[in-house]
């Protein structure tokens, strides 16, 4: 059974940066899309960014572009996402999941597993 496991989530101010990583375990994922969700107090969880098996095909979200970048390890089975220019509307738990099916995409059904999040927290 796979299993992901996310670290790095902390408290930033604005326009500060932060690195997120999510380790997986239990299954070979360089077959896998690998994508990055997020959700709010109050709000439904989102689609961030996602990265194909391979590594050359990424997805971003609008409100993320130019800001965060994702990018995969498939040695160390473990996916990253570099996060700039960070704003209060960031501020959410941070999820990684991983899609058997890679089709690259940022819908929440498409993705099989996930992990527990890590919080981000974006504030002065």
């Known amino acids: 059974q796979l299993q992901l496991v996310e670290s790095g989530g902390g408290l930033v101010q604005p326009g500060g940066s932060l690195r997120l990583s999510c380790v997986a375990s239990?299954?070979?994922?360089?077959?896998?899309?690998l994508g990055w969700f997020r959700q709010a107090p109050g709000k439904e969880r989102e689609g961030v960014s996602c990265?194909?098996?391979?590594?050359?095909?990424?997805n971003y979200a609008d409100s993320v572009k130019g800001r965060f970048t994702i990018s995969r390890d498939n040695g160390k089975k473990t996916v990253y996402l570099q996060m700039n220019s960070l704003k209060p509307e960031d501020t959410a738990v941070y999820y990684c999941?991983?899609?058997?099916?890679?089709?690259?995409?940022?819908?929440?059904?498409?993705?099989?597993?996930w992990g527990q999040g890590t919080q981000v927290t974006v504030s002065s």
């Open positions: 999941a991983a899609d058997s099916l890679d089709v690259v995409t940022l819908k929440i059904y498409d993705y099989n597993y």
């Open positions: 239990g299954a070979n994922v360089d077959y896998y899309t």
């Open positions: 990265i194909s098996s391979s590594g050359y095909r990424t």
